[in-house]
């Protein structure tokens, strides 16, 4: 099979030693604040995609000004600030707290949702996102929550096949830590993924760039950003780590970190070729 044969930078055109980045933006749709940073990450900084957090208010606004853009779908089964909520598409009862709004944490949902409502609710958010007319290239997990249980992690998978996407994988060292197969499963289903992925919440994301990136072996590499331009709407709703994401934005469009990039010579690319390639398998 190719997939054996031959290394992911190679079934996508370039040769064996090529270094891939992905840099996305998730929770596009959160906010106002967010739409305009990942804008301005994609269009003038280093960002090469976003994702998409369809039950979010603002997310119609993040559809339309991405348009054109390459935008996946961040599923969406929580919704944690204290003060700024949201509810499902689909309106389960499985999927609400006690407010009616989706559950704060991820263990909130593992424990009380019903697994063909979230199905439902996942079909309807990547469904509403075409509707508005998104090109949708990639799935990922807002908070990981489809990622890191073994039951919603078949679920990610059956997304992925059922939309031919491609999908954020955990990083290479995740599985042990997870204790339960994930690339493996992938492969089955014929799934697109990156190498690896490079994240932990609340780190520094320039810090994390300017250690990773010149230690980073051939292949295909995820690093997320969460920018959110720095103001009330912003320190109103998120109160625990807004300058997690204001530092996010100022990464993203600092020409330091372009020039890291290139002094490293590591190309970005979106989620698309990997779409196109699962696509054309």
Known sequence: ?????????????????????????????????????????????????????????????????????????????????????????????????????????????????????????????????????????????????????????QLYLELAAAYRLPLRMAGKRAEGALGFPIRAPADERAIVYPDDFFFRWKDSTADLLRRRLPELAPGVAEFILHPVLDGPELRAYDLDAAQVRVDDHACAVAPETRALLASEHIQTISFRPLRELQRAS
């Open 1 to 153: 099979m190719e997939t054996c044969s031959r290394s992911l930078v190679e079934r996508l055109g370039y040769g064996p030693d090529a270094r891939l980045v992905i840099l996305n933006c998730d929770d596009l749709g959160s906010s106002h604040s967010a739409n305009l940073a990942a804008l301005e990450a994609v269009e003038s900084g280093v960002a090469s995609s976003a994702t998409l957090m369809v039950p979010c208010p603002w997310a119609k606004e993040g559809a339309q000004l991405f348009a054109g853009k390459d935008v996946g779908v961040h599923l969406t089964l929580t919704a944690e600030y204290p003060t700024y909520r949201w509810r499902s598409l689909t309106g389960a009862a499985s999927l609400h707290d006690a407010d009616g709004c989706l559950p704060a944490t991820a263990q909130e949902v593992w424990a009380k949702a019903d697994l063909e409502d979230v199905r439902c609710e996942c079909r309807a958010q990547i469904d509403q996102a075409l509707a508005w007319g998104v090109d949708v290239t990639h799935l990922d997990s807002h908070m990981g929550v489809l990622q890191t249980e073994p039951r919603y992690y």
